[in-house]
């Protein structure tokens, strides 16, 4: 399945309809080991195979348990009879974006009873269809139907005509061309054919391939860091200069003027933008404001900076100061988005689990949700250790709070 699909999405560029029958089959929403490069080709196919002509049609009977990133890319939602707790949770995900809460309602409330062979018939954006539909019985054969034990009869196999293949044969084998055509012989061309060897990562490359990578992330991050703390004490070192010569003329603070051809710090910058836009601000608040975690060294050692170069007041919660005001003025940084916007920028900075997670409970702001509700929800096991991991994670960085009860942190939305 993965070969066929990279090789569809890589060569096709006329219009084609794949249609996935059992698709959670090739789109999990937990790949098993050895299931992550399926997984990717499939999302290519209905993520981005628009633009290479394929259109996708995907048929499943546990919603639930089909790729969540997969799911919401669909453009009509054709839904049956669905009883499952978890598989209406994932269906009024969709819902919930595309429609009015008079639909939403409608339709989550009639799915558990629906009778068999009514649909509810979705497409907000493409089709603008929102109905309910008796689908009529199928007059072809019915290869899925349920073995009948009740003795009736079960329709026969519709056969093919029989065919005389042997007069065929011997019809294709007198085939002479025609006496009056004279064959031209043709040029002969050599082909040269060159078989190379193309290499292929194993799993275990693959893993060994992943570790190097995180490490060099690491190594990345690290080395920004230690960038940003170097400049951090050129600035430092600057603004003592100014403030010993003016010390003698004012008793007051000196307005901060950056260095010429020096950048201000990003973690520095994004602290003092948050403050001007926010005022007197608590440091777990100030650290989900600026995309840090509040333990972090870097958010720290910015802070402790900040306050040596007296653009910030010292104590929690922190207050910008007159000159730090200028400094961020003279400095033109943009400060972060609030509201949805933070929410988003922070989808794009954590990974997969952390993201989900918090799409989820930022939806259902300002209600608290169980854990088990919220792992429901997102399709994670509650007992699991990367739902459990990625909980923690979000509330080290304070984007959610509470523990058996969970709620998306009230910093971002105010």
């Known amino acids: 399945m993965a070969d066929f699909s990279e090789a569809l999405y890589r060569l096709n560029r006329s219009p084609v309809h794949l249609i996935l029958d059992e698709a959670d089959a090739f789109a999990p929403q937990r790949p098993m080991r050895g299931q992550e490069r399926m997984l990717g080709a499939v999302e290519d196919l209905v993520r981005r195979g628009r633009a290479r002509g394929i259109g996708v049609t995907l048929i499943t009977q546990r919603a639930a348990v089909l790729n969540k990133d997969v799911l919401t890319q669909i453009e009509v939602l054709v839904t049956l009879r669905t009883i499952s707790p978890q598989d209406r949770a994932a269906i009024d995900e969709w819902v919930k974006v595309h429609g009015t809460q008079e639909q939403r309602s409608e339709l989550m409330a009639s799915l558990p009873s629906l009778p068999i062979g009514e649909a509810w018939f979705w497409s907000p954006g493409w089709l603008d269809l929102f109905q309910r539909v008796k689908v009529r019985q199928r007059e072809t054969f019915d290869s899925s139907a349920t073995p009948d034990f009740q003795g009736k009869v079960k329709p026969t196999i519709p056969t093919m005509l029989s065919l005389d293949l042997e007069r065929i044969k011997g019809i294709l084998e007198r085939s002479t061309a025609p006496p009056n055509i004279r064959k031209v012989s043709e040029p002969k061309v050599e082909r040269v054919i060159e078989l190379v060897e193309v290499p292929v990562l194993s799993d275990d490359d693959r893993a060994l391939l992943r570790q190097w990578l995180e490490r060099f992330d690491a190594g990345i991050r690290a080395n920004a860091d230690a960038a940003e703390l170097i400049a951090a004490r050129l600035l430092v070192d600057a603004s003592r200069d100014n403030i010993s010569q003016n010390r003698t003329k004012t008793s007051e603070r000196p307005a901060f003027n950056p260095i010429e051809g020096t950048a201000f710090p990003r973690v520095k910058a994004r602290i003092l933008s948050a403050l001007a836009r926010h005022g007197t601000t608590p440091k777990p608040k ?127 939305f105010s």
């Open 286 to 412: 100030l650290a989900v404001l600026t995309g840090y975690a509040v333990s972090g060294g870097g958010f720290n050692n910015a802070l402790s900076s900040l306050r040596t170069m007296g653009l910030i007041e010292r104590g929690d919660p922190v207050v910008i100061t007159e000159s730090g005001h200028q400094a961020i003025n003279a400095g033109g940084v943009e400060p972060l988005p609030a509201g949805w916007e933070l929410v988003e920028w922070w989808c794009k900075e954590l990974p997969k689990a952390e993201r989900t997670i918090l799409r989820y409970l930022a939806n259902r702001y300002p209600d608290s949700l169980s854990k088990d509700d919220v792992g429901t929800g997102t399709g994670y096991a509650a007992n699991g250790g990367g739902f459990n991991n990625a909980l923690s994670r979000l509330r080290t960085l304070q984007l959610i709070e509470g523990r058996s009860e969970l709620q998306a942190a009230e910093a971002l």
